[in-house]
C-alpha cells in the first residue's frame, strides 16, 4: 500500500493558471481587502440565490457600518452543467465585478480544487471558505473571526478558525441510519488515527484562515475533492498553525453532492494516502513567500 500510494502521487501541487502572476490578482501579492469569502459551486442554481442574498445583505450592512469594511465574494463554478454560472453572474450585474466574482472551471475539479482556485484569486487579508448550500448561517463569521482573535499572537501572522457541528453530533445521530453513523464514526476514527488529532469537526465548509495561512496550506494542497479539509488541516497541524475550533449554527440542506457510502469510501482511501504519502516523502511541505 506504500508503494502504491508513493508511486501514484503528484510530486508537487499543480500550479493552476490562477497561481502565475500577472493582472489577475493573485495570493502571492498583498491583501487589499479585508475579507475575501470564497463559494465553491457544483450544479448550485437553486441553492446558490440563498446562499448569496443572505451573505451579501450581512456584508452590505457591516461596510455600511464601518466604511473601511472592504470585502470580495468569489463564487467558484466548478464545471456545473445547469446554470450556475448564470445565477452568480447576475450578482456580478447587482453588486458590481470588484465586490462579486465569478470564476469558472471547464471540468469538475472538485471542492478542493475549487476552493484553492478561489483562494489562489482572492484579495483579502482574511479569507473565507462558505458553502453555495447556506448550511451555516453567514452572520456565524463574527464566531469564527473571534476564535481567529483569540488566537493571538498570530505566529509569522498564521492562523486558522473552524466553523463546528461536533456539537450537533447527538442530534444528527438520532436522525441517521445505523448505517450512516457507523461510516460518520468510522470517518471521524481514521481522521482521528490518521491525520488531524486535535479538531472534532473537519469537514465543515465554513473555515477562516489568515492570508499568510491559506497562502502555506494552499500552496501545498493535493487533495482535491471531499478530503481536502482533512489535508488542509493536517498541513496546517505539521506547521504549527494555531487552529481553533468554534460551534457554529448549521442546518441540513436537501441536495447535498455527497454519495454516503461512495463518497465515505473516497475519503477513506485519500486520508490513508495523506498520511502514507507525506511519510514516506511522496508529498513534501515548502513554504511560500508573499510579496
Not at 452568480?88 to 465569478?102: F, H, N, T
Not at 483579502?124 to 448561517?137: N, V
Amino acid at each position: 500500500i506504500c508503494a502504491i500510494a508513493h508511486v501514484t502521487a503528484k510530486t508537487m501541487p499543480r500550479q493552476d493558471a490562477e497561481c502565475r502572476k500577472g493582472s489577475a490578482p493573485n495570493i502571492h501579492d498583498p491583501a487589499t481587502r479585508e475579507l475575501s469569502v470564497v463559494v465553491p459551486s457544483y450544479n448550485e442554481e437553486n441553492r446558490l440565490p440563498l446562499m448569496m442574498d443572505e451573505a451579501l445583505d450581512y456584508l452590505e450592512k457591516r461596510q455600511k457600518q464601518d466604511p473601511s469594511f472592504t470585502y470580495e465574494v468569489i463564487v467558484v463554478n466548478d464545471g456545473s452543467k445547469d446554470q450556475t454560472a448564470k445565477v452568480a453572474k447576475e450578482y456580478c450585474k447587482k453588486y458590481g465585478s470588484d465586490k462579486v466574482r465569478v470564476i469558472s472551471l471547464e471540468k469538475n475539479r472538485g471542492k478542493g480544487g475549487a476552493v484553492r482556485t478561489g483562494v489562489f484569486s482572492s484579495r483579502g487579508k482574511k479569507i473565507l471558505m462558505a458553502d453555495a448550500d447556506g448550511a451555516t448561517k453567514f452572520a456565524d463569521i463574527e464566531k469564527v473571526e473571534e476564535g481567529l482573535k483569540n488566537l493571538q499572537p498570530w505566529p509569522k501572522g498564521m492562523a486558522i478558525s473552524c466553523g463546528s457541528r461536533a456539537h450537533l453530533e447527538k442530534d444528527s445521530i438520532a436522525k441517521r441510519s445505523y448505517f450512516r453513523t457507523l461510516l460518520m464514526y468510522g470517518f471521524h476514527f481514521l481522521v482521528w488515527f490518521l491525520c488531524v488529532k486535535e479538531i472534532r469537526d473537519t469537514q465543515c465548509g465554513f473555515k477562516l484562515l489568515t492570508r499568510e495561512a491559506a497562502l502555506q496550506t494552499f500552496s501545498n494542497l493535493h487533495i482535491e475533492r471531499w478530503a481536502f479539509d482533512v489535508e488542509l488541516l493536517y498541513i496546517a497541524q505539521c506547521l504549527k498553525i494555531p487552529v481553533a475550533e468554534v460551534a457554529v449554527n448549521w442546518t441540513e440542506i436537501e441536495g447535498s453532492k455527497l454519495v454516503p457510502f461512495w463518497s465515505w469510501l473516497q475519503m477513506g482511501r485519500d486520508l490513508l494516502f495523506i498520511r502514507l504519502r507525506y511519510m514516506t516523502g511522496a508529498w513534501k511541505l515548502e513554504a511560500k513567500k508573499c510579496n
